[in-house]
């Protein structure tokens, strides 16, 4: 079946391969994971209105994943320009009267009462999709991308980068850079391009500093990081009570809604950026390494993916989902074992937040789509 919508041709799953069928299982057993973890977290708060509206939000990336996966990469690849506008216009609406600032940052968008969005999530579908062009598009002869195409690449990163830095959300904008980098290993772009971008990571850090764009609670989090026994009362409470939860799990945990530390809400955010410590403390380290150890499948399944794709274009965009995911998983689990500073990035497909949930799976249906895809040429 070919669905025709004026000059573009999208070509659905009779004319494209298999799926992945070992990565679709691995999304799934995570956000099922992550709907029992969520539930646990807030059974006693809401009425399991919180775990109704992550199940919704489950369903329709599920969704939305299944419909990616059919569509030819060649027709995605054509949407990109407007993906890419309308995700500088939405990040750039966070910062109008339309945004609203949680928990130190001004990255939300209210729909509807009850009802909110956060761009920058899915600014990291539209930019994989986005770099991956002039990075993984090769001329006739070329085998690499040259000085233009990684530059053109670098500045398309750099326009959402630095809106969101006026959010500000670091933890977002490392995730960004982190991306950036995997895209340029994959691509085979020279190795001086990834100096390149350390370096103007380092000056973007400096100029925020002297901007005033780095907020004080931010340098406290660093100063915890540094030394994990400072002020757990104050500044250094969630990492406390973070290593506090897992460690009580054990090797084989207390069970799944057994959880002392869980039930009495002693971690803040522990639906969201703090799931893995529900998991610590109720599945213990064999559940919560079996989480990881699925993430780390599921990566690879991606890598699979890149180093067999049908075009470099493939390649790039797979390898920037997987540094998006690897990168914001290291994150997640390195805070709350006191490994990385506090900077709030959810845990892929487990944590709870709508956003977040929809577009990590949206990035499965994009590694679906670039396995499926057999050929980019016309």
Known sequence: MIAVSGRRRVVWAPSLGAPDRVLTLLALALSATGLLLVWSATRMQDDNGLLVRQAVAVGGGLVLMWLVSRVDLRVLRAYVPLAYVLTLLSLAAVLSPLGVRVNGAHSWIVLAPGVQFQPSEFAKVALALAFAVPLGELRDGQHRPGFGGVLVALVLAAVP??????????????????????????????????????????????????????????????????????????????????????????????????????????????????????????????????????????????????????????????????????????????????????????????????????????????????????????
């Not at 971690?267 to 079996?290: K, M, N, R, S, W």
């Not at 709508?354 to 499926?372: E, F, I, N, P």
Request: aromatic share 8%; net charge neutral; proline share 5%.
């Open 161 to 378: 980068i630095g809106l969101i830095a006026l959010q500000p959300d670091l933890g977002t904008m490392l995730v960004f850079a982190a991306m950036v980098a995997g895209a340029l290993l994959v691509s085979g772009a020279p190795k001086r391009w990834l100096l390149v971008l350390l370096l103007g990571a380092v000056g973007a850090g400096a100029a925020a500093w002297k901007l005033g764009l780095v907020r004080p609670y931010q340098l406290e989090r660093l100063l915890v990081l540094a030394d994990p026994g400072a002020d757990p009362g104050g500044v250094g409470y969630n990492a406390a009570q973070a290593r506090i939860a897992i460690g009580s799990g054990g090797l084989y945990g207390k069970g799944l809604f057994n959880g002392e530390q869980t039930a009495g809400h002693f971690v803040p955010e522990q639906h969201t950026d703090f799931i893995f410590t529900v998991a610590g403390e109720e599945l213990g380290f064999a559940g919560a390494a079996l989480i990881v150890l699925a993430v780390c499948a599921l990566l690879w399944r991606g890598l699979s993916i890149a180093r067999h794709s049908a075009s470099p274009y493939g390649a790039v965009l797979a390898g920037a989902v997987v540094s998006w995911i690897a990168f914001q998983t290291f994150v997640n689990v390195g805070m709350t074992v006191g490994l990385m500073p506090i900077v709030g990035v959810p845990l892929p497909f487990v944590s709870y937040g709508g956003s977040a949930t929809v577009a990590g799976l949206l990035a499965v249906g994009l590694l679906q789509a670039v396995h499926r895809t057999k050929s980019m040429q016309p």
